[in-house]
């Protein structure tokens, strides 16, 4: 004990450090490694909770987080400690030929990573050009001349074991993915088996309506394709996709997954949207259990936020593949969308030019409206504002009764030609999707400019609107969001609810499924909170008619982030409310999310080998 009282007292801990960094300082010191070797390992242990794979010792990125700079003589005597290795055999720590200080599993997960990326792009079996042109010519008979990258995506695609899809909202990846699918198909003597999954169960589900909305116009109407092509649209799957932990197996009590190469997914091809969430150990977790033989296709906006956990993968890898012009990545880069003054504002923040970024603004209004909201009393007066709009909204239909027989609670009609009531889910379904149409975004979940507390503030406002008493937690219009899976229920993390009651007052929590919607009792609902606002990290993958932004007022607020503006702004279909100063957004604006670490290098050497 007097030892472990020693060890503790040598050296001040920065009070920044969580519980964990100093666990790993102690640990350090408990296992014979040097003062020095304790202090980096427990800045490297809070680089790693910040999302860094890995800590710069040497170089621009020295210094990072607030840790004191080394002179590259303590680099070199923290290399010739026994808890320090090279990365060719197994140490708790690693510090590679660039300086980069490494926790051993972030180090394994790239080496690993970067080793599968160059094995599949080099297990390529590609079909001559000729073989291909007149399937595309049928694909893409309807499309305009903007769609040739979408084009060249299928073309390039065809034959591979890796390939990523990559670019803005409204670009089009999940219309090239079916077609890229529907390619594979037309080019296999048997049929495949194809897997859908995204890193939550949220984006998996808007996978799939997407691909079923896909799907549907290429059945009928004007871009339905011939008959030849229609079995083949059957075998995409349009009922099933999971998430990617439930993909891979994931067993919590263990923390791994149980799905891995010694047992392999069954699959022939494996899609995985949003894949700017995914971490170091998920996309390392993916690689193992996709089959060599499978082809591993990746979706996602790489300007995005990252993941919540270490590393930039996606990012790291188009960045990769873009500097060597590599076939496997294609980038769209054209918005469909009707509203282009919208399009141009999401490429001047993705360039982070301070004068296009002026210019898109200016060029974007009315569409887009700048409210600078600095203190308490503008934050309340945006939210009343904000609660007098939604409060308008036909989000507080009266359902049916169900006591009795759906007979029973239509009035009689008038004449033939009345239309018959709505049933509870249309109508349900109908709210929901009103609802859909608007939402806030918040940069923080807590805090007085937090989506917690602005739920608070707009909950509050519509209370007294619609004048329900404001000690009540259920009434009709609440919208919830589930905080936590249950497969049992078939609700997932991100999934909005909306609290309506029937004629006989009951309450149900309804969401939208297919064709309508789902009712279930409030209390029977895993963990939730509000929906009307909600984190920019919980809107990605999805778009708002309106949507509004509210940053922090501080511009020298650490959350502030390029990606964080991008995701933002870019979840507006067509109208923006963009609540932050120019300070505040031109701080966000000149601050890009470079996360440290080693995988970029790797996938580089690897390619060379």
Known sequence: MSRYTLLRDEMELPPVWRALDRAVQHWVRVH???????????????????????????????????????????????????????????????????????????????????????????????????????????????????????????????????????????TGKTTTVLRL????????????????????????????????????????????????????????????????????GYDPQRNRFTRHRARPLAADIVVVDEASMLDLAALR???????????????????????????????????????????????LEHSFRAQRELARLNDSVRQGEPAAFAAALNAAAPAVRVRAVADTASLRAFARDWATELAALPIRPVLPSTKAPQAQQRPVQASLFDPPASSPAVLARQALRALAQRQLL??????????????????????????????LTWYPGRAVLIARNDYG??????????????????????????PDARALPPDSLPAHEGAFAITVHKSQGSEYAHAALLLPPDPAHRILSRQLLYTGISRAKQRLDLCASADVANAALARPVLRAGGLAAKLRQARRR
């Open 489 to 514: 229920l078939q609700l997932f993390n991100g999934d909005v609810g909306l609290c309506l009651a029937d004629a006989d007052g009951r309450l149900r929590v309804w969401f939208e499924t297919e």
């Open 442 to 471: 918040c940069a923080l979940r807590e805090d007085a400019f937090g989506a917690l507390a602005l739920n608070v503030l707009i909950e509050t406002e519509l209370k007294a609107l619609w004048n329900v008493a404001p000690e």
């Open 181 to 248: 699918l529907l390619m594979r198909l037309r080019a296999s003597p048997s049929p495949l088996r194809i897997r859908l999954a995204a890193p939550t169960g949220k984006a998996a589900q808007r996978l799939l309506q997407a691909l079923r909305a896909g799907k549907a116009a290429l059945r009928s109407g004007t871009d339905a394709l011939p008959d030849a092509w229609q079995p083949l649209l059957a075998q995409i799957p349009e009922d099933a996709a999971s998430t990617l932990h439930r993909l891979l």
């Open 285 to 331: 977790g993916l690689l193992d259990a996709v089959p060599d033989t499978a082809a591993l296709i990746l979706l996602g906006d790489a300007d995005q936020l990252t993941s919540v956990a270490a590393g930039s993968v996606l990012m790291d890898l188009v960045a990769a593949l873009e500097r060597e012009g590599a076939p496997e990545l294609v980038r």
């Open 32 to 170: 014979s490694g040097s003062p020095e070797l304790a202090a980096v390992a427990g800045w490297a242990s809070y680089a790693d909770g910040a999302g860094d794979a890995a800590l710069p010792l040497l170089g621009d990125g020295a210094g990072r987080h607030g840790m004191p700079p080394l002179a590259g003589a303590e680099v070199e005597a923290l290399r010739r400690e026994p808890l320090v290795g090279d990365g060719r055999a197994v140490t708790p720590f690693v510090i590679d030929a660039d300086g980069r200080f490494a926790l051993w599993r972030n180090y394994a997960d790239e080496c690993a990573i970067a080793a599968a990326i160059a094995q599949r792009r080099a297990a390529a079996m590609l079909p001559s050009p000729e073989a291909l042109t007149a399937d595309l010519t049928t694909l893409f008979a309807q499309a305009p001349a903007t769609a040739q990258r979408q084009r060249d995506a299928v073309a390039a695609a065809v034959g591979r074991r890796l390939f990523v899809l990559t670019g803005g909202p409204g």
